[in-house]
C-alpha cells in the first residue's frame, strides 16, 4: 500500500485548522527553506523531477527558473484553482481539506522566485474551498507565516484569494491572467510568457494545487526521495480522481505510473454489477478515451502521449459496457462548445457545427456521411486554434470515433443506440 | 441603490490589486449580493465606484456564468450533467426534481422560491450525481434524498 503524501492529513478531524496542520509538522519545510540559497530551491525543485499537475507536465522547476532574478521588479505567482476539467475533484479536497499545505507550497514559491504578491484563482462555485482558503490565510498570518518579515527573514508575503464566476476557460493560464485582471477571459498570444510579462505586465509563474502541493514534501524529504517515486521521468505521488461506473469512486494517491487496470480494479473496486469495461477517459474529457487493450498503460505524462492521449488532470472516467458512446462524446462536445470562449474562428465555429452533426446523429437524425463530415470537421480545427481548448474538444471527438466507428455508424443507419444504455 | 456597507466593501477591495478593474468581479459579487441578481443600476454604481466606463463592467457580467443577469429563486438549484453524473444517472435527477418543482430546466416556481438548471461539471464527480444550491453541494442524490432535501427548504 502506498502511504499518501499529499493526502496524509485528509481524515484527521480539522485537518484544515492550522493547528492540526502544525501538530502534522507543517510549515517546517517553509521554516527550512527561508534558510535556503533561492537558487538551491529551484534546484532541488528541478532535481525532484516535479512535472506541472495541472496538465501540460511542464517541469516546475524550470518554470521557476525563468522568472527574471532582478530584484527591482515585482512578480506574482498565481495558484490555478480553477479546477473545471469534467472528471476532475482533486485540488478542491486539497484546498478543501488541507488547504495549509496548499499555502506552504506557495510561501515556498514565491520565496524561491521573489515574488512579494500571490493570487489563488478559485473557481467561483467553490464556496466552501474560497471560505476554508480565506480562513486558513488568516490563521497564516496570525502565526507570522505570511504577512511582512516572515519568521525574523526579509522575506515578506500577501497571498489573496479570487473567486472565479464559471467560465471553464479561466483555467488556461494566460486566459486566467486575463480575468484576474479584470478582463473577458480570452487567451493572451505567446510569447511572451508569463514569465517575462504575466499578471499586471510583470513576471509571473502561474502553478496547479497539487503541483504546489507537492512543494513543501520535496523541501522536507529531498529531491532525491521524490524523484524516487514512480518512473524516473514522470516521479512523484499522484492524485487519480476516479468516477463513473466502478465499486468505489473516488481520489486515490498513488505513485505515477500505476497501471490504469490497477486504479480501476484494485483501488476502484472494479466496474459496477461485475460488467464490462466499454472506455476509460484517462485524464479528464480533454483527454482521449482508451479501451480495454490499454488497461495496462502505466498512468504517467509520457506513457499516456504514447499511446495518443494525455495524463491531463489524473481523472479517470470509467464507462461500463452499456455506455452510449454517441451520447457520451455528445456530452463532452457540448461542454467544449458550451465553453469555448469565442476568441479564434476555427474554435468558435467549428464546434459549432461539430456539435450540431453529433446532436442529429445521437438523435436519430444522422445522414450518411456524417461520420465522415464529423472527421473532416476535426481536421478544420486541430492544430488551427489559439489555445489548446479547441484541440483537446477533436482530440476527445477522434478518440471516440476512432475506437467506436461501429457504433456511430449503427446510430446514423439505424436511428438508434446500438447499447441499451446505462445511466442508472 | 448599494448599501453603505456594499460601497465600503468594494473600495477596500481596490487594497487587493495593481489595479481598479480587477475589483469588477467581486464588486460583481456584492451587486448580486445586495439585490438578488446583476442590476443595470448596480453595474453603472459600480463603474462610478471604480472609475471605470460602464462597458468595462457589463462586458464582465455578460461573460462569468454565474452572474445572474436575471432574478433567481430563492434556492438556486443547479445539476451538475456533465459526463460523471450523466454516467451515473443525471438526466434523471433532473427530471426528478423537475417533476417535483412543477418546472423545467431555467424556469422558477411562480412562488419565486426555487430555479431549476443543468450546469457544467461541479469538481464533485467521485460523489455523482450532484447538485448545489445556492453555495452548498449535495452528493451522491437518490429520489429520496431529493425529496428530503427539498421537504428542508419549503
Ligand atoms: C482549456 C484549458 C483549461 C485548463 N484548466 C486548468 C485548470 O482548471 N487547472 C489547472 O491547474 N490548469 C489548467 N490548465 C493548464 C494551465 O494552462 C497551466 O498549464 C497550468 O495551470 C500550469 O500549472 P502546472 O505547471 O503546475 O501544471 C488548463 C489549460 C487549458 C488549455
Ligand atoms: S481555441 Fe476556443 S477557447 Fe481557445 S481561444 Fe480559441 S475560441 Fe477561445
Ligand atoms: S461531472 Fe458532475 S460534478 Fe463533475
Known amino acids: 500500500m502506498f502511504e499518501p503524501i499529499i493526502l496524509k492529513n485528509i481524515n484527521v478531524p480539522d485537518s484544515f485548522k492550522i493547528e492540526t496542520y502544525l501538530n502534522n509538522g507543517g510549515y517546517q519545510a517553509f521554516k527550512k527553506a527561508l534558510k535556503l540559497n533561492t537558487d538551491t530551491i529551484i534546484q532541488m525543485v528541478k532535481d525532484s523531477g516535479l512535472r506541472g499537475r495541472g496538465g501540460a507536465g511542464f517541469s516546475t522547476g524550470l518554470k521557476w527558473s525563468f522568472i527574471p532574478k532582478d530584484p527591482t521588479i515585482p512578480k506574482y505567482l498565481c495558484c490555478n484553482a480553477d479546477e473545471g476539467e469534467p472528471g476532475t475533484y482533486k485540488d478542491r479536497a486539497i484546498i478543501e481539506k488541507d488547504p495549509h499545505q496548499l499555502i506552504e507550497g506557495m510561501a515556498i514559491a514565491c520565496y524561491a522566485i521573489g515574488a512579494a504578491n500571490a493570487y489563488i484563482y478559485i473557481r467561483g462555485e467553490f464556496a466552501l474551498g474560497a471560505d476554508r482558503l480565506e480562513d486558513a490565510i488568516r490563521e497564516a498570518y496570525s502565526k507570522g507565516y505570511l504577512g511582512k518579515n516572515i519568521l525574523g527573514s526579509n522575506f515578506s508575503l500577501n497571498i489573496y484569494v479570487h473567486r472565479g464566476a464559471g467560465a471553464y476557460i479561466c483555467g488556461e493560464e494566460t486566459a486566467l491572467l486575463e480575468s484576474l485582471e479584470g478582463r473577458r477571459a480570452l487567451p493572451r498570444i505567446k510569447p511572451p510568457f508569463p514569465a517575462q510579462v504575466g499578471l499586471f505586465g510583470k513576471p509571473t509563474v502561474i502553478n496547479n494545487v497539487e503541483t504546489l502541493a507537492c512543494v513543501p514534501h520535496i523541501i522536507n524529504r529531498g529531491a532525491s526521495w521524490f524523484a524516487s517515486i514512480g518512473p524516473a521521468k514522470s516521479p512523484g505521488p499522484k492524485l487519480f480522481g476516479v468516477s463513473g461506473h466502478v465499486n468505489k469512486p473516488g481520489l486515490y494517491e498513488l505513485p505515477m505510473g500505476t497501471p490504469l487496470r490497477e486504479i480501476i480494479y484494485t483501488y476502484a473496486g472494479g466496474i459496477k454489477g461485475d460488467r464490462r469495461l466499454k472506455a476509460v477517459i484517462p485524464g479528464g474529457v480533454s483527454a482521449p478515451m482508451l479501451i480495454e487493450k490499454d488497461l495496462d498503460t502505466p498512468m504517467d505524462f509520457d506513457s499516456l502521449a504514447a499511446k495518443g492521449t494525455m495524463l491531463g488532470s489524473g481523472a479517470v472516467v470509467v464507462m461500463d459496457e452499456r455506455t452510449c458512446i454517441v451520447k457520451a462524446a455528445l456530452i463532452i462536445h457540448e461542454f467544449f462548445h458550451h465553453e469555448s470562449c469565442g476568441k479564434c474562428t476555427p474554435c468558435r465555429e467549428g464546434l459549432d457545427w461539430i456539435v450540431k452533426v453529433m446532436r442529429r446523429v445521437e438523435h436519430g437524425e444522422g445522414k450518411e456521411g456524417d461520420i465522415d463530415l464529423l472527421l473532416k470537421l476535426c481536421g478544420d480545427v486541430f492544430g488551427r486554434t489559439f489555445c489548446p481548448l479547441g484541440d483537446g474538444a477533436v482530440m476527445a471527438l477522434r478518440g471516440a470515433i476512432n475506437n467506436f466507428k461501429e457504433e456511430f455508424e449503427y446510430h446514423v443507419k439505424n436511428k438508434r443506440c446500438m447499447v441499451n444504455g446505462a445511466g442508472r | ?154
Open chain 2, 1 to 154: 441603490m448599494l448599501s453603505e456597507g456594499a460601497v465600503k466593501e468594494i473600495n477596500e477591495l481596490t487594497g487587493k490589486y495593481a489595479n481598479s478593474r480587477s475589483v469588477v468581479m467581486p464588486a460583481l459579487y456584492v451587486v448580486q449580493r445586495e439585490y438578488g441578481y446583476i442590476t443595470e443600476e448596480g453595474m453603472r454604481e459600480v463603474a462610478n465606484i471604480l472609475g471605470l466606463r460602464p462597458i468595462q463592467v457589463f462586458e464582465i457580467a455578460t461573460f462569468y456564468t454565474m452572474y445572474n443577469k436575471k432574478p433567481v429563486g430563492k434556492y438556486h438549484i443547479q445539476v451538475c450533467t456533465n459526463i460523471s453524473c450523466s454516467l451515473l444517472g443525471a438526466e434523471y435527477i433532473v427530471d426528478v426534481l423537475s417533476k417535483k418543482l412543477g418546472i423545467k430546466v431555467k424556469e422558477t416556481t411562480p412562488d419565486k422560491k426555487f430555479t431549476l438548471s443543468a450546469v457544467e461539471c461541479l469538481g464533485s464527480c467521485g460523489t455523482a450525481p450532484m447538485m448545489q444550491i445556492n453555495d452548498n453541494y449535495y452528493e451522491d442524490l437518490t429520489e429520496e434524498k431529493i425529496e428530503e432535501i427539498l421537504k428542508s427548504f419549503r
